[in-house]
């Protein structure tokens, strides 16, 4: 064996390319550390209302891989025929899963993207349909900014699995920005990506879709507020937003040995080079790569 051992490793995330540059820029708010805030915000006011718009099917919402990536203008509505497309797509989605939960009301989803340009406003746009339709428990990262894999730990594990599935706003690899592609897809109730049978029939009903309920007049939620802190949309639906890495990383620790990585990254001659792509792997390769395991922030690339 060489005295001196040079070992370099290149690791690449599979995720999603972003316009937005909050996926690797979050705000400071999004470095969750030690406790979580309580407080509790209303943004019900006199003018809030549940409400059941009539609306026509729109042609084209096939999911291909677990979800539907369309051009951001088609998810915007900037053409009149592709009217309240994004509440048009959740609401069919929504009705399948609640057919596909014995016809019993959904009690908790995660929505969360990957940072990408118009993944605030579909956020806030997804969430009044949630509220809309009854969902009990809507659960954000901060800042919005959730990697897929992040996402299923938390379906799996936070609070026991309580979470039946999550609703992820990415377009995978394709890059995003204005001309260029949005996504929502759906993980089903252990996290995995949703079935074809499950896609076909929310494709099947996004054709026979006469109204979507929403709730109007509500203020906007504060995606950048402290984890813990909680909105109440309706008096049936509150908005909690959670610590995008505490399942991701309790799910990493049961699967790997930290301690040993840490050791190994700290040997002469280790280096890692880690390319998140701009997708939402940014923060999290930080969290992992940097606070975990010691590595320097150098280790972290930015396509430019």
């Given at each position: 064996m060489r005295s001196s051992l040079s070992a370099t490793l290149g690791l690449a995330l599979l995720c999603s390319p972003s316009f937005s540059t909050q996926a690797w820029n979050p705000p400071s708010t999004f470095a969750v550390r030690g406790g979580t805030s309580k407080?509790?915000?209303?943004?019900?006011?006199?003018?809030?209302?549940?409400?059941?718009?009539?609306?026509?099917?729109?042609?084209?919402?096939?999911?291909?891989?677990s979800g539907l990536r369309k051009k951001v203008e088609v998810w915007q509505a900037v053409d009149a025929t592709n009217t309240n497309y994004v509440e048009n797509f959740i609401q069919s989605l929504v009705d399948t899963a609640v057919e596909?939960?014995?016809g019993k009301p959904l009690d908790t989803l995660i929505v969360a993207g990957d940072g990408r340009y118009f993944n605030t406003e579909?956020?806030?746009?997804?969430?009044?349909?949630?509220?809309?339709?009854?969902?009990?428990?809507?659960?954000i990262p901060q800042g919005g900014i959730m990697s897929t894999p992040a996402v299923?730990?938390?379906?799996?594990t936070r609070e026991g699995g309580r979470a039946q599935g999550?609703?992820?706003?990415?377009?995978?690899?394709?890059p995003g920005g204005p001309g260029e592609d949005f996504g929502i897809k759906y993980n089903e109730g252990y996290g995995q990506p949703a079935s074809e049978e499950f896609t076909e029939d929310l494709y099947k009903r996004s054709l026979e879709l006469k109204t979507f309920k929403t709730v109007e007049g509500s203020a906007d939620i504060d995606l950048n507020a402290d984890a813990g802190t909680t909105f109440s949309i309706t008096a049936e639906s509150t908005v909690t937003i959670i610590d995008?890495?505490?399942?991701?990383?309790?799910?990493?620790?049961?699967?790997?040995?930290?301690?040993?990585?840490?050791?190994?990254?700290?040997?002469?001659?280790?280096?890692i080079a880690y390319d998140g792509m701009h997708g939402a792997g940014g923060p999290f390769a930080k969290r992992v790569l940097v606070e975990e395991l010691g590595l320097p922030e150098v280790s972290l690339l930015l396509n430019r």
């Open positions: 407080s509790f915000t209303s943004l019900q006011n006199a003018a809030s209302l549940v409400k059941e718009v009539d609306t026509t099917p729109i042609e084209g919402m096939r999911p291909g891989t596909d939960n014995d579909a956020i806030q746009i997804i969430c009044r349909v949630l509220a809309g339709n009854g969902i009990t428990n809507i659960w299923s730990a938390a379906i799996r999550g609703i992820v706003l990415t377009a995978s690899h394709n995008p890495f505490d399942s991701y990383l309790t799910s990493l620790r049961s699967c790997f040995d930290f301690e040993g990585l840490k050791r190994f990254c700290q040997r002469d001659g280790v280096s």
